[in-house]
């Protein structure tokens, strides 16, 4: 039977249909994304969260006939800023119109272009968690980093130390910082293909906006999420920035490197062992309680494969994945165990966004995304879908405002790990 079916009740029936599929999508796609807590509380732009940082005094005796002197616990606020983060969805008109005969048709035909979305959108959210915060996605190389191409279709040469061709998904649209990292240029490039043994990527130019074939204006610039310049959610590569450098501060908390700063340990290329982790996990266990150990490790699929292919001596550290484990802990991901020196069995899970040479060991307790209410699809005109001017074209607006929130002392880092062996 066909229905009174328009724009004006799609948006309805967008939001009945697919908000509930998309969030359990946007929860379940990644290892970070599948166990950080999502939370839509976040009440105004800004946020503070109280933190204990370390346990209260006024433990003793009575020898002296009076009641020992009392000392509170010491804490900190974490401030949490709400940060932007929506995804574009286009459909065509005539395709859209073709939809509208009934609500079952409208769905069949919306089903590849959320789907589409929601990807896209959870890709990029999972790369965020493994970023600090800025929206770097690259940096072209120091010097001659133009190759070929000309102005609209510019090859550029990437810097091999910040590449990571994983981070650089095809059709994705950056702003190039400015010479001096303190904007952005005019400029809107779009990825066409990335060749990773040269490390170049070539792009598709907005037309009118900067130049980057012209003389040295593609050299020693950082390549940022369109529209995010310094100011995307929060990273878990913030907390490793600041142990590396000793300083800094995370969520507006000063680090301390033991109540404000991950565990670290640089490897310096020496390939991942079962001693490895051990070492660290025992050295958690002084700054931590037990229970607060991680409760699973995630690292790269480079790094699954040698843990995988580990001799077989250290097999009783590592076992396949089991069912039992696999609902405990609550992944829907392929990958292998780790019994800790506490004698529990967490997984260890691979995600293709984490750095190749490292391993984090993360306690999901304390990862959370606080989100502004009504996350999901636009509908504030009444529409989800609106019509895009001078253009046969309908747009959707998906995602919101939302910040990653974590403490950084109950991480562990396995840093700079030998992968060429």
């Known amino acids: 039977m066909t229905t009174n079916f328009s724009l004006s009740n799609s948006a309805h ?121 800025t929206a770097r996605f690259c940096k072209t190389k120091s010097s001659t980093a133009y ?14 130390t910040v590449f990571f061709e994983r981070h650089l998904l095809k059709n994705q649209l950056f702003n190039l910082g400015n010479s001096g990292d303190t904007g952005v240029e005019d400029c809107l490039l779009k990825i066409t293909s990335v060749d990773v043994t040269n490390k170049r990527v070539t792009f598709s130019r907005v037309s009118g906006s900067y130049d980057v074939s012209s003389s040295t204006n593609a050299d020693g610039r950082y390549l ?63 700054r931590v309680p037990t229970e607060c150990l991680p409760t699973f490790l995630m690292t790269s699929p480079e790094i699954i494969a040698i843990l995988s292919d580990i001799k077989e001596g250290d097999k009783a550290w590592l076992m396949p994945r089991d069912g039992g484990l696999t609902r405990e802990a609550g992944f829907g991901f392929a990958g292998i165990s780790y019994t800790t020196p506490a004698g529990k069995n967490i997984p260890i899970v691979a995600d293709p966004h984490c750095k190749k040479t490292r391993i984090w060991g993360v306690y999901d307790e304390v990862l959370y995304t606080h989100h502004m209410p009504d996350f999901g699809w636009w509908d504030e005109d009444g529409q989800v879908f609106m019509r895009v001017p001078q253009r046969p074209w309908f747009s959707g607006t998906y995602g919101g405002f939302y910040e990653n929130v974590y403490s950084p002392q109950f991480l562990i880092i396995w840093d700079d790990l030998g992968i060429d062996v």
């Open 147 to 160: 190759i070929s191409g000309g102005a609209t279709a510019p090859v550029i040469e990437m810097d091999s």
């Open 224 to 286: 940022y999420l369109q529209n995010m310049f310094k100011a995307a959610p929060q990273g878990l590569d913030s907390a490793a920035q600041m142990a590396i450098a000793g300083t800094g501060s995370l969520y507006t908390i000063n680090y301390d490197s033991q109540n404000w700063s991950p565990l670290y340990e640089d490897f310096d290329g020496a390939p991942p062992s079962i001693s490895m982790i051990n070492k660290l996990m025992n050295k958690q266990m002084t």
């Open 13 to 133: 029936y967008m939001k009945e249909t697919w908000s509930d599929i998309l969030r359990n999508h946007y929860n379940s796609d990644y290892p970070l994304l599948a166990r950080r807590k999502a939370r839509y509380d976040l009440q105004g732009v800004k946020d503070h969260v109280a933190v204990p940082l370390s346990p209260s005094g006024g433990s003793g005796g009575l020898v002296n006939g009076y009641l020992p002197e009392g000392s509170p616990d010491s804490g900190d606020q974490m401030e949490i800023t709400a940060k932007d983060h929506v995804t574009m969805c286009f459909i065509e008109r005539k395709a859209m119109k073709a939809a509208m005969t009934d609500r079952g048709s409208f769905e069949r035909f919306t089903a590849l272009p959320v789907k589409k979305t929601s990807e896209s959108h959870n890709m990029i959210a999972n790369i965020l968690w493994h970023q600090d915060g």
